[in-house]
């Protein structure tokens, strides 16, 4: 009958959608189609509705409109990250913005440690006062988030307190968590953190949350990426400018610094030379002595830049040998007590010390250079000390002086190349500004260091290490030195073989002659 | 000195008074009853670059260096050699 009433003409009343509930309680969504039935006068005996299950469609709806809000979200995100924002607002921000669109109680931040051991909660929404920036839990099983880190995706978690897979932290447990999902926050080098959210209530996060989430999380590992190559960018190219203008400053000086003996020889051999004037013997030996003199600055000044140029190039080469640090000290001796004149040097090395390996010539040099400084820093009678000691796995060497002393703030910097003080008291030195910066070289290239060390005693002490030579070789060298036969007949030639190879160890001997070193009269 | 002292090397002279590194140098290796030890040979001529010069086939030379030595590279190549 229904059916005929509606063929005479039944007119739709409209649709209208509402929540049906079954039988066993549950609800389903439904779209119900209603028509007013009438009988031939027109008058209205009933009507017809018919209800169809939507679930689907509201499903697909509810989705269609989560997706969207989160795509909301990952854009806002996205574009406050392009803005520039300090890092720590930009997390600010995004914890609100999770627990917001996903209507967690709870939404946390765990920035990974730099020892990559442990969390901390640098940020979130939720949690009890004074819990920021305070909580910390270890990575690894012993927390979500340090099993987030261990998996690298995202661990969804529905009962917290019954988990098997890691030991929940304390905090979480506090807050009565029973649900949560967490997410890796990964950079190229080390991962950031952590990024989670969680809820007391029984909560199912769907795929498309848990990949949401996942998305905010990579928009920040972005943003913070970019942060910190932009500063390091920044950090380069400072550093790349000061670099450039402490180059052009030390290519000013060196030119200064070689045109300068160079002008006095020029300005002797023209003297010399000149024909309207006649010079007496001891003007001329004056001048030439001069010339001599200078030649000497310009050659030391010119081996200095080379010296620098192979160890910034690391093509330096050391030829280290066994030996004591007595010797070695005193393989130096001839040479400081010329550069020490006018003070006195002390030495305090003990022959008991056991010994170094080191390289006999260049660790003189840098005695040299060190004696040299203490002697133009200081006032003339002053002493001048030079002492050793054995300190852990290393010989200590200290050169100290009566002068003014290093203040704190340059004892960095004077190692540094063409550095030049700042010091009003010790300005009237000269020099390239690479002695120090030779001595570091030469000293770290043997397995040592060298420092400014703090003195009781007014005056500059500076110290050096080198490493001790391996005791069980001890025996092998001496028993089984290496002899061997120089054939030369040029004595001075042989005599600088000779104290060369004694004094880095070797036996000895020599022939001025075929028949002394390979015939059998000798 | 080479039969009594036996060395572990020897250094040896090119221009020499009464004959030529390079003839002691024939004459060490050519006799057996020399100690067959490696030898630097230290020259100002050095008459050639290429390795294959005749003079350098010698079983007991390792290095020919040239005069003026520097002391960090005759030590360095000593070193070379006694290893």
Not at chain 1, 72 to 86: H, K, N, P, W, Y
Not at chain 1, 157 to 180: C, K, M, Q, W, Y
Not at chain 1, 390 to 401: G, N, P
Request: glycine share 6%.
């Amino acid at each position: 009958m229904a059916y005929g009433m509606l063929r005479q003409g039944p007119r739709a009343i409209g649709t209208l959608e509402y929540n049906l509930i079954r039988k066993d309680g549950t609800s389903i969504p439904v779209e119900v189609h209603i028509a007013l039935l009438r009988d031939a006068q027109g008058k209205t005996s009933g009507f017809v509705g018919i209800n169809r299950d939507i679930s689907e469609r509201r499903y697909a709806q509810r989705k269609l409109e989560a997706w969207a809000r989160w795509q909301a979200v990952v854009a806002t995100l996205g574009q406050r990250a392009l803005s520039g924002i300090e890092p720590d607002a930009l997390i600010h921000e995004t914890v609100n913005m999770v627990a917001d669109s996903l209507g967690t109680e709870y939404c946390g931040f765990l920035g990974l440690m730099p020892e990559g051991d442990r969390l901390i909660l640098r940020d979130g929404v939720g949690w009890k006062d004074g819990m920021i920036g305070s909580v910390v839990v270890e990575a690894g099983k012993n927390s979500q988030a340090g099993y987030t880190l261990l998996q690298a995706e995202p661990v969804v978690v529905e009962d917290l307190p019954g988990e098997s897979r890691f030991t929940p932290a304390a905090f979480l447990i506090e807050h009565n968590v029973l649900a949560g999902m967490t997410v890796l926050i990964n950079s190229k080098e080390q991962p950031y953190g952590i990024l989670g959210a969680y809820t007391s209530h029984q909560r199912h996060f769907t795929p498309e949350e848990i990949s949401l989430l996942q998305s905010i999380a990579n928009v920040l590992a972005m943003a913070i990426d970019n942060r910190r190559m932009l500063e390091a960018e920044a950090r380069a190219r400072q550093n790349a400018e000061q670099d450039n203008e402490r180059r052009l400053r030390a290519l000013a000086m060196v030119s200064h610094e070689l045109r300068t003996p160079l002008t006095s020889i020029k300005g002797f051999a023209s003297t010399l030379l000149a024909d309207d004037v006649v010079w007496d013997a001891r003007q001329q030996s004056d001048f030439i002595r001069t010339i001599d003199e200078e030649a000497d600055k310009l050659a030391s000044l010119i081996a200095q830049m080379l010296d620098f140029s192979k160890i910034e190039a690391g093509v330096f080469v050391l030829l280290p040998a066994r030996q004591s640090p007595h010797s070695l000290v005193a393989a130096a001796m001839p040479h400081l007590q010329e550069l020490a004149a006018g003070h006195k040097l002390v030495i305090r090395v003990p022959e008991t010390l056991p010994d170094v390996v080191a390289d006999t010539q260049r660790v003189g040099q840098v005695l040299e250079n060190l004696v040299e400084n203490a002697a133009k820093y200081s006032s003339l009678e002053t002493p001048i000390r030079i002492s050793a000691r054995l300190h852990e796995k290393f010989i200590e060497v200290s050169v100290a002086d009566g002068g003014p002393g290093i203040p704190v703030q340059e004892r960095e910097n004077i190692f540094q190349p063409f550095y030049r003080t700042s010091n009003t008291a010790i300005l009237k030195a000269k020099g390239a500004g690479l002695g120090l910066t030779i001595c570091k070289g030469i000293i770290e290239a043997q397995g040592g260091r060298i420092w400014v060390a703090e003195n009781p005693d007014p005056g500059a002490l500076v110290s050096f290490t080198l490493p001790l030579a391996d005791p069980a070789e001890r025996n092998r060298v001496i028993d089984d030195r290496f002899k061997i036969l120089i054939i030369e007949d040029e004595a001075n030639i042989r005599k600088l073989i000779s104290v060369n190879l004694s004094a880095r160890g070797y036996d000895v001997i020599e022939a001025e002659d075929c028949p002394t070193g390979v015939g059998d009269a000798a | 000195m080479l039969r009594d002292e036996a060395p572990s090397m020897v250094l040896l002279d090119i221009k020499l008074p009464d004959m030529s590194g390079w003839e002691v140098l024939k004459m060490m290796s050519e006799d057996p009853s020399y100690p067959q030890v490696p030898v630097i040979v230290m020259t100002a001529s050095l008459g050639t670059t290429n390795p294959d010069f005749p003079l350098y086939k010698n079983e007991n030379l390792r290095k020919v260096l040239k005069k003026p030595v520097s002391i960090h590279e005759l030590t360095r190549e000593i070193k070379e050699v006694l290893n």
